[in-house]
């Protein structure tokens, strides 16, 4: 998007002179306060609004240049409450695109029906109406009419906002599963900044007035707001969301203080000298902390044990899951699991602490969690000054 505005007849200024340069095949989250243009940016790319000003290409190409039906067909569309077709099946929702574009039927139900597996629908589903479906069922039933001619770019506007916490989570989890698959180039509207840290790529926050505050990726908008509203948007936690950006992997565990409940009495000695001991059973699973005193050896289990609250996977999780372990646990040491759930060590909230003072102090996460589609680059990114 090449310095575009859009002044409705009224006069309203929706969106004033932005400019981005979107990523392909990552997702780009536009954000920011009620009517502050995010709709109407949307729209222009599909060209249900034209622009007064401005150009917006699309691999090079003006998008003014190009049939408004060939343009619909490669955009997909997903707005929030879904907007599904009530007297139509879900089956036939999902097929309508292919439907209208001349693949048959056979052919489109039996996309339709792929879709469904691929946005976790269960195929019983099919023929019922939209009615009969819960708010986060319809809002699959939405991506995957949205992915069903499996167009290039997909338009999200707000499409999780109407359903609860919990299901909002699984549908984002289930976006991001979906894109790590099929590598789209979405552009995701949100008002809500802690969805846009988790989906985007790219965030554009906008204010009021269409104007562009920052385009940045997630962690950079973390660390170096650009100005006082960008900071008053990302709210208080700003510090804390940060850490989701540094990996654990690098924390420097002890095994000192781990005991199996078996222990004899020389192991028992050999750990006595840490404040608490953390006990596991044989396949050394995690049972809870210790008191050095409180331990007979071989009976370990039957002590009065304390809760080793959550742990972590160091190399899977971030240093922020490693800090609230680390704060959730009665002993102030957080304790690192394997993928099974074994025990590979523990650490203390003052070195948790001491990690993430070297990696603030370091600039940029180097690395994401691993699994998280933001790993990657996104290409020839060109960041635009507001
Ligand atoms: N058809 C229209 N005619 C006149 N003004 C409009 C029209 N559509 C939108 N606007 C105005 O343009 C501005 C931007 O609207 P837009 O819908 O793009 O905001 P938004 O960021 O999507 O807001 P929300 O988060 O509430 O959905 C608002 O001031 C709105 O009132
Ligand atoms: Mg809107």
């Given at each position: 998007?090449?310095?575009?505005t859009?002044?409705?007849?009224?006069?309203?200024?929706a969106v004033?002179?932005?400019?981005?340069?979107?990523?392909?095949?990552?997702?780009?989250?536009?954000?920011?306060?009620?009517?502050?243009g995010?709709?109407?940016?949307?729209?222009?790319?599909?060209?249900?609004?034209?622009?007064?000003e401005?150009?917006?290409?699309?691999?090079?190409?003006?998008?003014?240049?190009?049939?408004?039906?060939t343009?619909?067909?490669?955009?997909?569309?997903?707005?929030?409450?879904?907007g599904?077709?009530?007297?139509?099946?879900?089956?036939?929702?999902?097929?309508?695109v292919?439907?209208?574009?001349?693949?048959?039927?056979?052919?489109?139900?039996?996309?339709?029906?792929?879709?469904?597996?691929?946005?976790?629908?269960?195929a019983?589903?099919?023929?019922?109406y939209?009615?009969?479906?819960?708010?986060?069922?319809?809002?699959?039933?939405?991506?995957?009419?949205?992915?069903?001619?499996?167009?290039?770019?997909?338009?999200?506007?707000?499409?999780?906002?109407?359903?609860?916490?919990?299901?909002?989570?699984?549908?984002?989890?289930?976006?991001?599963?979906?894109?790590?698959?099929?590598?789209?180039?979405?552009?995701?509207v949100?008002?809500?900044?802690?969805?846009?840290?988790?989906?985007?790529?790219?965030?554009?926050?906008?204010?009021?007035?269409?104007?562009?505050?920052?385009?940045?990726?997630?962690?950079?908008?973390?660390?170096?707001?650009?100005?006082?509203?960008?900071?008053?948007?990302?709210?208080?936690?700003?510090?804390?969301?940060?850490?989701?950006?540094?990996p654990?992997?690098?924390?420097?565990?002890?095994?000192?203080?781990?005991?199996?409940?078996?222990?004899?009495?020389?192991?028992?000695?050999?750990?006595?000298?840490?404040?608490?001991?953390?006990?596991?059973?044989?396949d050394?699973?995690?049972?809870?902390?210790?008191?050095?005193?409180?331990?007979?050896?071989?009976?370990?289990?039957?002590?009065?044990?304390?809760?080793?609250?959550?742990?972590?996977?160091?190399?899977?999780?971030?240093?922020?899951?490693?800090?609230?372990?680390a704060?959730?646990?009665?002993?102030?040491?957080?304790?690192?699991?394997?993928?099974?759930?074994?025990?590979?060590?523990?650490?203390?909230?003052?070195?948790?602490?001491?990690?993430?003072?070297?990696?603030?102090?370091?600039?940029?996460?180097?690395?994401?969690?691993?699994?998280d589609?933001?790993?990657?680059?996104?290409?020839?990114?060109?960041?635009?000054?507001?």
């Open positions: 998007m090449d310095s575009v859009k002044r409705y007849p009224d006069g309203t200024v004033d002179r932005l400019s981005l340069e979107i990523p392909d095949r990552a997702i780009t989250v536009l954000v920011g306060p009620s009517g502050c995010k709709t109407t940016t949307l729209r222009m790319i599909n060209r249900m609004v034209e622009p007064t401005g150009t917006i290409l699309l691999d090079g190409e003006d998008l003014q240049q190009q049939p408004v039906t343009l619909r067909r490669s955009m997909g569309y997903v707005i929030q409450n879904a599904l077709f009530q007297h139509r099946t879900i089956l036939d929702n999902i097929a309508t292919p439907r209208m574009i001349g693949w048959g039927k056979q052919k489109s139900r039996e996309r339709a029906a792929e879709l469904m597996e691929r946005v976790g629908l269960d019983s589903l099919a023929k019922r939209p009615y009969q479906l819960s708010g986060g069922q319809q809002q699959r039933v939405g991506v995957a009419r949205a992915l069903a001619a499996d167009p290039p770019v997909l338009l999200m506007d707000e499409p999780f906002s109407a359903v609860d916490p919990v299901v909002r989570k699984g549908l984002q989890d289930e976006l991001l599963r979906i894109q790590d698959e099929l590598g789209k180039t979405i552009v995701f949100t008002h809500d900044i802690d969805e846009a840290i988790k989906l985007g790529t790219m965030v554009a926050v906008m204010r009021t007035g269409g104007r562009l505050a920052q385009f940045a990726p997630p962690a950079e908008l973390l660390s170096d707001p650009a100005d006082d509203f960008v900071e008053d948007f990302l709210g208080a936690d700003r510090g804390i969301r940060r850490l989701s950006f540094f654990s992997a690098g924390l420097e565990l002890t095994t000192g203080p781990v005991v199996r409940a078996d222990a004899t009495a020389e192991q028992l000695a050999a750990a006595g000298g840490a404040p608490h001991l953390l006990v596991t059973d044989a050394d699973r995690p049972l809870g902390w210790a008191e050095p005193g409180d331990l007979t050896a071989g009976d370990l289990a039957a002590g009065r044990l304390l809760s080793f609250g959550r742990p972590f996977v160091p190399g899977t999780d971030s240093l922020r899951a490693a800090l609230d372990c704060v959730l646990s009665p002993t102030g040491w957080a304790v690192a699991v394997d993928a099974d759930g074994r025990v590979t060590g523990v650490v203390s909230q003052q070195t948790v602490g001491a990690a993430i003072r070297s990696a603030h102090g370091a600039g940029d996460p180097g690395a994401v969690t691993p699994g589609a933001r790993a990657e680059e996104p290409g020839d990114v060109t960041k635009v000054a507001p």
